[in-house]
């Protein structure tokens, strides 16, 4: 096939990128605009594979996207180009509605009038897979809450978005999913949790706890750290995502999650206990840089997943646990200081919402 997918250079389009050059003979069309979040230099192992192109547009810009589809002619699209940082929508919401929802939907009829001049063989086998989150949904009663056994995202959860981020992101679904029932595009959909692993931007929250860990700062704590979420290393979350555009039903939506659920005050120990032993100080634990700061307006309490579906009808389930996923990340962000000081120089200097730069 040719796969097209938008927001190939950023973390988890690049992952997906990886995945399908490495481990298929399916050819990608990477289409991204290269803002702060997306990094060419995530794709350099396999920059210059014959069955790879790169072409720099924005998602909003209709021509050049009838442009690209007639000249590649894909098989398919994996939708992944979006703003998707929460701290950033709060802050600043117009880059969200304007990628997110505008440019889903210049997304979408372009794809609808390509889709439309397809041979009746080639009409069938189309898909358009548009890739969103598990934070569409809201959130979900905490343990300190509620006593018994605790809900979980299904397909079948009623949306509920808390921020400019998720919203965004819930309108792009409720598009995709318009643009089926109405025009029949052959589209799927899937929710994801939260994903970590290598080349993960570093203003999330993985990421910048091991990059300020071992540069001597604080590591600072939203509220009580007593948040929970569903953690996905992001190669198995590639993994299901080729799956699902290769075996998925058209029409349907399916939940992807790694089984995972912890504390953010969880996660930041663990990060700490890794570095203490692969890396220690010459005094003291890494823990000791912990703080806690004010928590984020309207900050979901809960995510978690339920991957039921997903695991019974196309066989995927996460290979990674949480533990052996976040060892290898801490040790490939140990590994590759070139990689996040280039996308430190400049573009991100370590600001979080109502903190300025982080000490």
């Known amino acids: 096939m040719k796969i097209l997918v938008t927001g190939g250079a950023g973390f988890i389009g690049s992952a997906v990128v990886r995945h399908i050059i490495n481990n298929s003979h399916d050819s990608v069309i990477n289409i991204d605009k290269l803002t702060y979040a997306g990094n060419l230099e995530s794709l350099k192992t396999i920059a210059n594979n014959i069955r790879y192109t790169f072409e720099k547009i924005d998602i909003c810009d209709r021509s050049e996207l009838d442009r690209v589809f007639a000249q590649y002619q894909p098989d398919a699209v994996m939708h992944l180009a979006a703003e998707s940082h929460v701290d950033r929508s709060i802050t600043g919401p117009t880059d969200f509605i304007q990628t997110n929802i505008v440019g889903t939907y210049t997304l979408l009829e372009a794809v609808r009038q390509y889709w439309g001049q397809l041979e009746a063989e080639r009409k069938v086998a189309f898909r358009f897979h548009h890739i969103s989150t598990d934070e569409v949904y809201g959130d979900l009663p905490h343990p300190d809450e509620v006593a018994g056994q605790l809900p979980l995202f299904t397909e079948r959860t009623a949306y ?30 899937t929710n994801c949790s939260n994903n970590y692993g290598p080349y993960h931007f570093p203003e999330k929250l993985i990421p910048l706890v091991i990059l300020n860990a071992i540069e001597g700062k604080q590591l600072p704590i939203y509220g009580k750290g007593d948040q929970i979420r569903d953690w996905l290393y992001v190669e198995d979350h590639a993994r299901a995502l080729y799956k699902v555009v290769t075996e998925g039903i058209v029409g349907e939506t399916y939940n992807i999650g790694g089984h995972n659920e912890k504390k953010n005050i969880e996660v930041v120990k663990m990060i700490c206990n890794i570095l203490d032993e692969i890396q220690p100080k010459a005094i003291g634990s890494y823990s000791e840089q912990i703080c806690y700061v ?66």
């Open 294 to 359: 004010t928590d984020r307006p309207g900050h979901d309490r809960r995510y978690a997943i339920d991957a039921t579906k997903i695991a019974q009808e196309l066989g995927w389930k996460p290979e990674e646990t949480f533990s052996t996923g976040l060892h290898k990340t801490v040790t490939w962000y140990l590994k590759n200081e070139q990689w996040w000081q280039r996308v430190r120089s400049g573009k991100y200097q370590g600001i979080r919402l109502g903190l300025g730069e982080i000490k």
């Open 160 to 189: 509920a978005p808390s921020s400019p981020y998720s919203a965004s992101k819930a309108s792009s679904d409720h598009l995709v999913r318009a643009w089926h029932r109405t025009y029949g595009l052959p589209t799927i959909i």
